[in-house]
Every structure is written in C-alpha cells, then in structure tokens.
C-alpha cells in the first residue's frame, strides 16, 4: 500500500472530536498535556483532559456559543487554552488565537471581520489592548476572563473562567456531549487562523477536520516516531504550526504534550521532556546553532580531536544522503559507533538526543546552518508551506531529502511551477477559504482545485522542491534583472553577528542590504575577542565588528552572480521583534515597514 493510500485509509472519517474520544476510552491514563517542568509541574491524562473540554463545552453553549460561529482566544500557552479550543470544536464553533503581538488597531480588524460572538481574555495585559475593542463589537454575546480581576464590576457580559468549569453531569457525558462528537464530521471547518501578513490585511484561513488530520497523519508516515511520542509547545498557538504540532497533531498520535509558556525556558525544557519531534523556525536552529558552536569552542586536545572526527563522518554520511547516494556500510557503521559515543551526549546538553522529526519552516534557513547540525548528528528537514496549505505541503524525510530543497509534496499532495514559477498547490491540506466579514467561507483556489501559493520556486528531476522567493518580494532592479531576496540573506544571516539581513534593489542600480546584530551572538562574538561592550550600538560602530561584516559580505557574494552581490551594506543595532514591528510573528521581515523606517539610511547606500 502506497503512503498516500496508508494515510487516506487512516484520515478516513476522522475528526479531532472522535479522536479525543478514541484517546480517552484507548488510553485514558496517558498524559497528553503537561504544564510545565520539574515539581510544579501538572499533567492531565486524555481521559482528564476530555473530561475539562466537556465542562466547558456545556458552560460555552451555555452562553449561546453555536455552530458556525466564531471564537477569539487571546491568552498565552497554558492548559486552558487547549481546553477552551477543542470545547468551541465540539460545537461546531471556530476557535481562533489571535497573535500576543496585536495592536488595539490590529485587534479591531479581527474582531469585527470575524464577527466573534465569544472572546476569552487572559488577564491585565489582554484587557489593556481589548477593552477599546469590545464595546464595538455587535455579535459579541460573552467575554470570558481567565483573571477575574479584569471582570468590571456588574458587566452582564463577562463571566469568570472558573465559573465555567465544573464536572459534567453523566447525563450529559453520555448523551448530549457523545452526540456532539459524533456530528463532527470530516469537512466541517474546524478552525480560522488569520494570517501574520507582511502587507495588507490578515485574512482568515478556515481549516477542515480534514485538513489538519491529513497534515497530521502524513507526517506520521514519513518520519516514524515511537508511540504516545514527547513534543513541546512553545511557539504561539495563532501560529499555523504550533496549532498542528501542540494541539491536533498529538489528538491524532495520543501523544504527550508538555508546554513551555516561556521561549527563555524553551533549553531547559527541552532537557527536560527530550522531545521525539521538533519545530523550529530558521532563528531558533540559528541561535541553537551558534551556542553549539561556542560550547564546541571551549573544547580542547584529546576531546576536541573526537568530536572533530565525528563531525568529519557524520557530514559526509550526511551530504551522501542529500544527494540520493547510497551510504558505504563501513561509513555507516563508523557513523553509528561514533554518533553513540561522541556526538549523542553533545545533542543530549539540548534535549534533543531522542529527536527523531526535527524540522524547519516558515522561511529559508541558511545550509551553513543544517551542515553544522548535521554534523552534530542532528538532522534537520525543511518542510515549506503556508497557513493555506495547513502548514507543510512539501515535506523532506530520511528518505527523500536534498539540502537546500523543502523536499517532496506530502502524501495526496501535488505542486506544479506556472510558467512565471509561482508554486501551485492541491490536495487535502489546502484550505476551504477564505473567511468573509459576512462570515461566508470564500474558495480561494482555481476550477480544477488549485491554489496559487505567491511562492516562486522549481523543481528537480527527484521532485524535490526549492523555493526562491515570495513572488511580491522579487527584486526587479533598474536594468531589469529579477533577484531573489531570501537568497542573499540567508547567506548573509549564516554569521554569527548578524540576526537579520535585508537584501534591498528594487529599482536601484545595484543591491545593498542592511544587517542587523544579534542580541546574542554579537556580545558573545565581542567578548571572545576581547572587545569589552556589550552594548549593540557601541559594537555596530566597532572596527572590529566592521571588518568581520566585511568579510561575512565578501563571503556570501562568492556565492553570487554579479548581478546579485551587494555592493554596500549598513549595519543596524537591532533588535527587531515582532513587537518593534520589522518582523511577523513568525520572525519573518515585514518588508514596508522596514524600507519606511529605514528610507534615510537606504537612500544613503545609493549616494
């Protein structure tokens, strides 16, 4: 039986309200979500867990939350928020988590064109930026408050979080909420997420039970995981793919979800839970990388010569692969004896000995980076996608990978170039639609199921799928030539000092880009070389700083074609965040926002 086959054949009639039954009546006393680490930390089973999601099904439908409605979650990852999401599902309403980032203004688009009915706030943080909003929404019947101390005083709409729990009656367990699982049904829309978006609007993505099962699923068959398998939830949860990895991922392989409410926490949890799978945006393997490499540094003689040679046959097994070559026996068993002795405890000092799914997305990662890991034994597969397509479309797996590619389409998937080279994508992942503010559900894809993804890319006589850039992104310059951005940058963000780069030309004479410092790296960087400061804008002035930009800029442009290369540079102290506004919430460049902010010092590249 094909991949394809295997997974269609286990998707088939699943929705995520069946499964949580399945996996509380099959394995009741498994963990499936922990908060938490160390002694403090609280784990509820799969049976304790649809036992919370029941109560707060029949406290939601309580406040009139009905089928086909919308719900806005603004609260941080904690176990309610699992448990408010899947009560909404049971009901036929559409959960969405809006992203901790939002503006007031940002807010404000949501909410109205959702048309939600019930919004869950967390606490003060959340109240300061919503209450604006609330009194504007006219389809607004409840708020619910996980902090009763931002409940005003004598509010008919607001009602405590606490008020809503409670044990369900077994009247109700037994009928009317068992009834309610079984009217889910495959197609039902399941969930909105709205899009970061670098330009205009969000939009609401509505996603299928079936989308998100086959998504689940078909990662299951390319890349093995052992049974109930250890994930953490750390990204935000509006973000397509912690929705799929933290919340219906695990309800499709009973697995046991622990949750890091911190990304400052995100190493020692890590160590902690050993996950078998994880997700990791391009600036989390970087940053992972860059403090490998510094802890690899400290090492000497005897130690430092065993890990040397490890690396030497791990990157060799690593680069036959990539290229579809057959592994000599003799490497393979070097490999193996040297991965058990050298190179596992050095991926065990960031809990990701057992990982056996590593994977990265939501923007292209420097090959630099993946070799280095690799190297480390620690393989790392791109996977490329949108929140259209329900996260990954393409996936790269042990079998079928190439570096520098997002490897093949996933299982029922297929991807064809038009002849601009924008990406088209179809199949079962990609969504219903797009959500209107008159709450109908609008097909974004052409006659024959197809839906044109704004992704420029090719693809090779293996299938395999590399991506070159976002289509509005393409830089066209002033004699014509198209250059692609993302290629510049990745291999201008492959140091150590630089968090961000920006390949800038559209329209100019030739390319320049601005680089922005790392946070961490570049005083980690300064203080191995004896510079003193810590401080961003002392070290962007430093000489020191400017010779090796020169020399990291150098590098990259042997890489290029002449047209390509950047010509002039300037350094930028950063940080950028999400919060500062140059980057999405998924740390990808809002583009506008930084040529605005940053018009002066462009121009000056250009004089």
């Known amino acids: 039986m094909s991949t394809t086959s295997q997974v269609d054949h286990a998707a088939r009639g699943q929705t995520i309200p069946g499964l949580l039954r399945r996996n509380a009546r099959s394995y009741p006393d498994h963990p499936a979500l922990t908060d938490g680490i160390g002694d403090d930390a609280t784990t509820w089973t799969w049976s304790q867990l649809r036992s919370e ?25 904690r176990p309610e928020h699992w448990v408010v999401d899947l009560a909404a599902i049971h009901l036929g309403a559409l959960p969405c988590t809006t992203y901790d ?59 405590s979080y606490d008020e809503l729990r409670g044990v369900p009656s077994p009247e109700y367990l037994s009928t009317t909420f068992e009834e309610l699982t079984d009217a889910a049904t495959p197609d039902a829309p399941l969930t909105v997420v709205y899009t970061s978006g670098t330009t205009g609007e969000p939009k609401g993505v509505v996603l299928s039970h079936r989308n998100v099962i086959h998504e689940s699923l078909m990662q299951e068959h390319l890349i093995p995981v052992p049974e109930h398998p250890r994930t953490v939830a750390y990204l935000p949860l509006a973000h397509i793919a912690e929705r799929v990895l933290g919340i219906y991922m695990p309800i499709c392989n009973a697995g046991h979800v622990t949750i890091c409410p911190d990304q400052a926490q995100l190493l020692p949890t890590l160590v902690a839970v050993r996950p078998h799978g994880f997700f990791g945006v391009p600036r989390v393997w970087e940053k992972l990388a860059a403090g490998l490499e510094a802890q690899l540094g400290r090492l000497g003689g005897e130690q430092a010569a065993a890990v040397a040679e490890a690396r030497d046959v791990a990157l060799e097994v690593f680069r036959l692969r990539s290229a579809g070559k057959e592994v000599p026996a003799e490497l393979q068993e070097q490999h193996d004896r040297l991965d058990g002795a050298v190179l596992r405890p050095i991926r065990a000092a960031v809990g990701l000995d057992d990982c056996r799914r590593a994977a ?16 480390l034994g620690l393989t790392v597969y791109e996977v490329w996608g949108l929140s259209e397509t329900t996260g990954a479309a393409t996936v790269s797996s042990p079998d079928a990978f190439a570096l520098g590619t997002v490897g093949r389409p996933g299982p029922g998937i297929e991807v064809r170039t038009a002849e601009d080279g924008e990406l088209f994508v179809r199949g079962p992942v990609v969504f219903s ?29 293996r299938g395999m799928v590399t991506i070159t850039d976002r289509k509005k992104d393409i830089i066209i310059t002033s004699g014509g030539k198209n250059i692609a951005p993302t290629k510049i940058e990745s291999l201008l963000r492959s140091h150590p000092l630089v968090a961000q780069a920006v390949a800038i030309g559209d329209r100019r004479h030739y390319v320049t880009a601005l680089l922005v410092l790392d946070e961490e790296g570049a ?30 800029v150098a590098q990259a442009n042997t ?49």
């Open 53 to 77: 999601v029941a109560a707060l099904t029949r406290s939601l439908s309580a406040l009139g939350l009905r089928k086909g409605d919308r719900m806005l979650i603004a609260m941080s990852r």
């Open 101 to 159: 980032t939002l503006s007031t203004e940002q807010i404000r688009y949501v909410a109205q064109h959702s048309a939600a009915t019930v919004v869950v706030l967390e606490g003060a943080e959340q109240w300061q930026r919503w209450q604006p909003v609330l009194e504007e929404l006219p389809h607004l019947r409840a708020v619910v408050a996980l902090d009763p101390a931002i409940t005003p005083a004598a509010a008919h709409r607001f009602v």
């Open 360 to 375: 990265s997305g939501a923007a292209p990662i420097p090959t630099a980076v993946l070799e280095f890991l690799a190297s």
């Open 433 to 461: 639609g797009y959500l209107n503010a008159s709450g109908e559900v609008e097909d974004a894809t052409d006659a024959e199921g197809w839906l044109a993804t704004g992704d420029v890319g090719t693809i090779d006589e």
């Open 523 to 552: 005083p980690a960087w300064a203080s191995a070389r004896g510079i003193t400061t810590s401080d961003l804008v002392e070290l962007a002035a430093h000489p020191e700083v400017h010779a090796a930009l020169d020399e990291v």
């Open 559 to 607: 890489h290029l074609a002449r047209v390509e290369q950047v010509k002039k540079y300037r350094i930028v102290p950063g940080p950028w965040t999400a919060d500062s506004g140059e980057l999405t919430p998924k740390l990808s460049l809002r583009r506008k926002v930084i040529h605005e902010r940053y018009a002066a010092t462009i121009d000056s590249l250009y004089q």
